[in-house]
C-alpha cells in the first residue's frame, strides 16, 4: 500500500448506497461511492455521531434524572458546570426569550466536542480493528473497509447541524419579525434613503449584500468546523506515516503525535465552542427585531 | 467530500438529540440548580437570622443575670437584717428567761432561809428552854411559862 492509497484509504467513508445499477450495497472504493451520488450514506458517520451523540444524552439523562439540589456528587457536579457554562453563555448573548435555545446550545457543544473527540484516538486504531472484523467475519477485503471515525470531517454531518439551525434561524426570523419585517431586514439594510427612486434601485443592492451574508451563516459555521477537523484528522494521518518509514522517523513521529494531539485538545474544544457560540448569536440575531433608523 | 443522504440522517439526529435535550435533559438540571440557589441563599439568611437571634439572647441573657444579681443582693440584705433580728430577739428572751429564773431563784432562797430561821427560833427556844430548867435546877412547868417562852422565841 503506497503513501497516497494509505492517505486515500483513511479519507474514504464506509458508504451504503445505491448503485448506477440500481442495487442496494457498500462501497468497495471511492471511485463507487461517487457513483452513487446522493443516493448513498456514510454507515461509519451516522454510527460515530449517534454513539457520541447517545453517549452525551446518556450521561446527562441519567444526571438529570437523579438531580437533587442538595450536595452533588462528581458526575453531577460536573454536568452542571457544562450547564452552568451554556447557560452563561446564552445569557450573554441571546436577549430574546425561547427556552429551546440553551439546551439546543449544550447539545452542539458536547456533542460537536465529542464528534471532535473521536480526532484524539490514534487513526489506525479503530479503521484497523474495522478491517479486521470485517475481514474474519464478513470475508471482505481489508482494504476495502472503509472506517472514518471522526464525523466532523464528513461535511454531511457539519451541514447536518449548520442547516438546521439555518432552518430555526429562518423560522423564528419570520416568526418574530413577520414576512414583511423578515424581507424588510434583507432589503432595506446597509443602504436606505427618503427618495423613493433611489430606494428602489438600492433594494436590489441591499438584497444581494444580505442574502450573500444571510447564506454566509451556515456555509462558514459548518465549513470552519469541518475545515478545521479535517485539516487536523489530515496532520494525524500524515504523522503515522511516518511509523512505517524507520524508527528514527517514528520515534520523531510519536513525539509530533503527541504534540500534535495536546494542541488538539484545544482545537476541538474551541471549534466545539465556537459552533456553539455562533448558534446562539445567529438565533439571537432572528430573534431581536431592529428598531428603525 | 460526497454530499449524501448523511446529511439528512445528521440533521434527523441532531434534531432528536436538541429535542431530547430540551426535554428530558436541561429542564431537570436547571430546576436542580435553581433550588440549590435557593436553598443556599435560604440558609444564609436563616444564618444571619440565627446570629442576630443570638446577640438578642445573649443581651437577653446578660439583663436577666443583672437582674438575678440584684435580686440575690436583696435577698442575702434581708436575710442578714432578719437574722441580725433574730439574734437580737434570742438574745432578748434570753435575757429575759434569766431574769425569770433568777427571781424564782431569789424567791426560793428566801423562802428556804425563813424557813430555816424558823426551825432554828424552834429549836432555840427548845434550847433556851432545857437552858433555862438546868439554871434553875428545877422543874419549869412548860405549861404555866408557855405564854413567857412564846414570847421569848418572837423576839428572837
Not at chain 1, 162 to 188: A, N
Not at chain 1, 199 to 227: C, D, H, M, T, W
Request: glycine letters at 8%; one cysteine or more.
Amino acid at each position: 500500500m503506497t503513501s497516497s492509497e494509505y492517505i486515500k484509504h483513511h479519507l474514504t467513508n464506509w458508504t451504503y448506497g445505491k448503485f448506477p445499477d440500481g442495487h442496494w450495497g457498500f462501497a468497495h472504493d471511492a471511485a463507487q461511492a461517487k457513483t452513487m451520488g446522493f443516493m448513498a450514506i456514510h454507515v461509519d458517520t451516522m454510527f460515530w455521531s449517534l454513539l457520541t451523540g447517545i453517549f452525551f444524552l446518556w450521561i446527562f439523562r441519567k444526571v438529570a434524572k437523579s438531580a437533587t439540589s442538595g450536595v452533588p456528587g462528581g458526575l453531577q457536579n460536573f454536568v452542571e458546570t457544562m450547564v452552568e457554562f451554556v447557560d452563561t453563555n446564552v445569557r450573554g448573548s441571546f436577549t430574546g426569550k425561547n427556552d429551546m435555545v440553551a439546551p439546543m446550545a449544550l447539545t452542539l457543544f458536547a456533542w460537536v466536542f465529542l464528534m471532535n473527540f473521536m480526532d484524539l484516538i490514534p487513526v489506525d486504531f479503530l479503521p484497523s480493528a474495522a478491517g479486521w472484523i470485517g475481514h474474519t467475519f464478513f470475508g471482505a477485503e481489508p482494504h476495502h473497509v472503509f472506517l472514518k471515525v471522526v464525523p466532523s470531517t464528513d461535511p454531511n454531518a457539519t451541514f447536518g447541524m449548520s442547516l438546521s439551525v439555518f432552518l430555526l434561524m429562518m423560522f423564528y426570523s419570520v416568526k418574530m419579525k413577520g414576512i414583511g419585517g423578515f424581507m424588510g431586514e434583507l432589503t432595506l439594510h446597509p443602504f436606505s434613503s427618503k427618495n423613493p427612486i433611489l430606494q428602489a434601485v438600492f433594494i436590489p443592492i441591499n438584497f444581494v449584500l444580505e442574502f450573500v451574508s444571510l447564506l454566509a451563516k451556515p456555509l462558514s459555521l459548518s465549513l470552519r468546523l469541518y475545515g478545521n477537523m479535517y485539516a487536523g484528522e489530515m496532520i494525524f494521518i500524515l504523522i503515522a506515516l511516518m511509523y512505517g518509514a524507520s524508527w528514527v522517523t517514528g520515534a520523531f513521529g510519536g513525539a509530533m503525535q503527541l504534540g500534535w494531539a495536546i494542541f488538539h485538545i484545544l482545537i476541538i474544544t474551541l471549534q466545539a465552542f465556537i459552533f456553539m457560540t455562533l448558534t446562539i448569536v445567529y438565533m439571537d440575531m432572528a430573534h431581536t427585531v431592529p428598531e428603525h433608523h | 467530500m460526497n454530499i449524501n443522504l448523511t446529511l439528512i440522517g445528521q440533521a434527523i439526529s441532531f434534531a432528536f438529540f436538541v429535542w431530547f435535550c430540551t426535554k428530558f435533559v436541561w429542564p431537570p438540571i436547571v430546576t436542580a440548580l435553581n433550588d440549590r440557589k435557593q436553598k443556599i441563599a435560604d440558609g444564609l439568611a436563616a444564618a444571619e437570622r440565627g446570629a442576630h437571634e443570638q446577640e438578642l439572647a445573649e443581651k437577653r441573657a446578660a439583663k436577666t443575670l443583672h437582674e438575678a444579681k440584684l435580686q440575690a443582693q436583696e435577698i442575702i440584705g434581708q436575710a442578714q437584717k432578719r437574722a441580725s433580728e433574730i439574734v437580737d430577739e434570742a438574745k432578748d428572751n434570753a435575757r429575759k428567761e434569766a431574769e425569770r429564773i433568777v427571781t424564782a431563784a431569789n424567791a426560793e432562797i428566801e423562802q428556804e432561809v425563813n424557813r430555816a430561821r424558823e426551825a432554828l427560833r424552834g429549836q432555840v427556844a427548845g434550847l433556851v428552854v432545857a437552858g433555862a430548867s438546868k439554871v434553875l435546877k428545877r422543874e419549869v412547868n412548860a405549861a404555866a411559862n408557855e405564854a413567857l417562852l412564846k414570847d421569848l422565841v418572837s423576839q428572837l
